[in-house]
């Protein structure tokens, strides 16, 4: 009962760390459906070999004739995808050459100013080695998303085909109303790479490859993306981009490590990072992949609203809904609390602004209810720590946006106090600001910096079907990077993946926030982008990030050692310079070689050394810069290094179901740095009294958990979960929804 006493308060009083989907246009927040075509008693899985891909099937048919072999992938490794029954796993990961078997999981659909801010329209005007203009001509790059309106005019002549691997047809066309929720995010990504027409992407004369991978609503699975990565590999893809996520942190997960192989294979990949910020480690796969190009959003140029109450100090950042009206509110109306925005909550709300929380019902009902009650405008605050984006299945002609849930929860307990203060809003000019939903990292494990870059992800116009339409998201900010990528690969087209991506984060500029200090190394990497300094660079340093790992107080002086390349493009002799931090604290001590020389196109692995005694330093993270000197600009490396075991959350990725058997269900949960203990404490939803442990867990080793429950004793209905995981003296928890028997 002691640690059901320590739940309920956290419950009440702290705002819960609840992980869901990238999901940067989805109206629907309810969890995914199991895919089509898998009754309840199976599964995916997705298996990754270690030896013959050919003599592994054939023992695992032998071994589970009950099982179907989906997906065959030998491009970016040995392996398969293999619908099975549940209770099969175990038997599954004991065959002899498997090494891995990862459950399919659900991924969503995560320029006019943009495109000159980056320097984007000062490349066009540089030729490459035949002469030819800078606009991404003779490079294809292929886009995994949601598909492509291809008879847009401004995409007709950038398209030349793809694949549907969510219909398994050469025609990747965007979800259209008769098939599902219409999707269009595929087709705006696509218009920010190669536009050209009324809009112009980043690399115009670039050829489009696309997959469809999400289907209606823009959900789409594991084996779908890696499907379509290797189906762009082979198809000649120079550049890759996924504008998609899920909510795992962690280097291994089966997308991330498809991306690392694309990338050994010679493709550029770039992936955006998530909208789960402003918290670390909300950065989820396949962000996480090693060697992509992670890509976090910033603002360009634009006059953006922000909220005050008269009479207070506060400023609040909003984030419009997709398919509401813009936000052009001019001058103070009274504000108003109205539930979930349920019909019934909203009374006497004509003319006013409704402040609602985010759950029970979709976004586009409460847009409408709030509508139809005559509510000015419509504010919805989250109802999981950080920012959200979303959109309305239709236009709802209302203003709606959405709020982080401390802003929301602040003006809330204004309108408890107040009554109806009034609302005001405040439009400033402002750019190269780190959008409040662009998720940060690092990665956990491997501590590696991420994003890599950032690039503009907040109000972007691109084209959608039939039309064009601004949208915000790092789903913005990745095809700016892939675009860009297109365009250094046109001016150096013997240029590695590693190399293109070391020209895009060397020569990035670090941004600083409103109060004048510079963001961190992992939440704007090594900073936002600049095209006309990328294609020009004369000096290349990788990798362009380092992370130096994790230390613990206990822990004698030790050193630990990174090395990096120095390539030097230019055509003269160079001298560099590598200076670690000047400003040093008590307890670090750098070696690093003092001067090279490299000869044109000559490079040079060098080393840098970082001695160190973790008992005088504060506990925490701790970063800075590495400078290497000697080319037409110096080059900054951000680093990073923990003391102490990090903050990162404990437990994430949560999902409940029924089971193989009647009245059985399982669970699943990821766990970045195992747990020491991990349990689900269930409460009345509606009074919060704790009822019952549904399990409890000791020792469990870091990754994915997935356990069977049978005859777990509860009646049917619904409860309130809260998934705890405990390691290192830190104990995080999920909120969740569960239902027992039918779904209501």
């Not at 999707?183 to 190669?194: D, E, Q």
């Not at 709606?400 to 401390?406: D, F, S």
């Not at 429950?709 to 929804?737: C, P």
């Amino acid at each position: 009962m002691k640690r059901a006493v320590s739940l309920m308060m956290i419950t009440l009083l702290f705002a819960m760390f609840v992980i869901t989907p990238v999901a940067e246009a989805n109206q629907f927040p309810e969890r995914p459906p199991i895919p089509v075509h898998i009754s309840a008693e199976e599964t995916i899985v997705i298996v990754e070999l270690s030896d013959d891909l050919q003599n592994v099937i054939e023992v695992v048919k032998d071994k589970i004739p009950s099982g179907k072999v989906r997906k065959k992938f030998d491009t970016l490794f040995s392996g398969f995808s293999y619908q099975l029954p549940e209770n099969k796993i175990p038997l599954l990961e004991e065959i002899s050459g498997v090494e891995r078997v990862s459950r399919v999981v659900t991924y969503e659909a995560t320029l006019d100013e943009s495109v000159p801010f980056i320097g984007g329209e000062q490349v066009r005007g540089q030729l490459d080695e035949n002469g030819s203009r800078l606009t991404g001509e003779g490079i294809t790059v292929a886009v995994i998303d949601t598909g492509i309106d291809y008879t847009h005019p401004d995409l007709k002549d950038s398209y030349k085909g793809g694949f549907d691997v969510v219909d398994w047809d050469e025609d990747p066309m965007e979800t259209k109303a008769k098939q599902g929720p219409p999707t269009l995010h595929g087709t705006h990504v696509s218009g920010i790479i190669a536009a050209d027409g009324k809009v112009k992407g980043v690399a115009p004369k670039a050829d489009l490859l696309v997959y469809r991978t999400l289907g209606p609503g823009g959900q789409g699975t594991t084996e779908q993306v890696i499907e379509a990565i290797e189906k762009a590999v082979e198809d000649g893809a120079d550049i890759i981009n996924l504008s998609l996520g899920n909510n795992v942190n962690g280097p291994d997960w089966p997308t991330s490590l498809a991306l690392d192989k694309a990338v050994e294979h010679g493709v550029v990949a770039v992936t955006s990072n998530g909208n789960s910020g402003p918290n670390m480690w909300t950065v989820g796969s396949p962000g996480t992949s090693k060697h992509a190009i992670s890509v976090g959003a910033s603002s360009p140029p634009l006059k953006k609203p922000y909220l005050t109450v008269f009479g207070e100090d506060r400023e609040i950042d909003i984030q419009p809904l997709r398919g509401s009206k813009p936000w052009m509110i001019k001058r103070g109306h009274p504000i108003v609390y109205g539930g979930l925005a349920r019909a019934n909550d909203l009374e006497d709300v004509d003319g006013k602004i409704v402040l609602a929380k985010r759950g029970v019902i979709p976004f586009t009902e409460k847009a409408m209810n709030a509508r139809d009650a005559g509510a000015k405008a419509l504010l919805i605050y989250n109802n999981t720590e950080g920012a959200f984006l979303g959109g309305l299945g239709e236009d709802a002609e209302i203003t709606v946006a959405a709020l982080t849930q401390e802003d929301g929860e602040w003006l809330k307990d204004i309108i408890d106090h107040e009554g109806e203060p009034e609302l005001r809003t405040i439009y400033r000019e402002e750019e190269d600001l780190l959008a409040s939903f662009s998720s940060r990292g690092p990665v956990t494990h491997s501590w590696d910096v991420k994003p890599e870059v950032v690039a503009p992800g907040v109000s972007i116009d691109s084209t959608i079907p039939k039309g064009y339409l601004g949208l915000n998201g790092t789903s913005m900010a990745a095809p700016h990077v892939a675009g860009a990528a297109a365009l250094i690969k046109q001016a150096h087209p013997d240029w590695s993946p590693e190399q293109i991506k070391a020209a895009l984060m060397n020569t990035a500029k670090q941004i600083v926030n409103k109060e004048g200090e510079t963001y961190l190394p992992h939440e704007q990497g090594a900073g936002r982008i600049q095209i006309d300094k990328a294609v020009e660079a004369d000096t290349l340093v990788y990798p362009g990030a380092v992370t130096f790992g994790k230390w613990s107080l206990n822990d004698r002086r030790e050193t630990k050692e990174i090395t990096i390349t120095v390539d030097n493009q230019s055509e003269k002799t160079n001298t560099y310079y590598v200076d670690p931090p000047l400003d040093a604290p008590d307890g670090i001590q750098w070696k690093a070689p003092f001067s090279f020389t490299l000869a044109p196109k000559e490079r040079k692995e060098v080393t840098v050394t970082m001695d160190i005694m973790p008992s005088v330093l504060k506990e925490g993270i701790h970063h800075g810069n590495i400078t290497i000197k000697g080319g037409k600009e110096d080059i900054e490396v951000p680093y990073l290094f923990f003391i102490e075991e990090p903050n990162y959350p404990r437990v994430m990725a949560f999902n409940f179901e029924h089971g193989d058997e009647p009245d059985s269900y399982r669970y699943e949960m990821y766990l970045p740095g195992g747990a020491e203990e991990v349990g689900i404490a269930l409460y009345d939803p509606d009074t919060f009294q704790f009822i019952t442990y549904l399990d409890v867990k000791k020792d469990i080793t870091r990754g994915l958990l997935e356990v069977e429950l049978e005859d777990i004793g509860l009646e049917d209905g619904v409860y309130k979960a809260l998934v705890f995981a405990s390691q290192d003296e830190q104990e995080d928890t999920i909120e969740h929804t569960l239902y027992i028997g039918e779904h209501p």
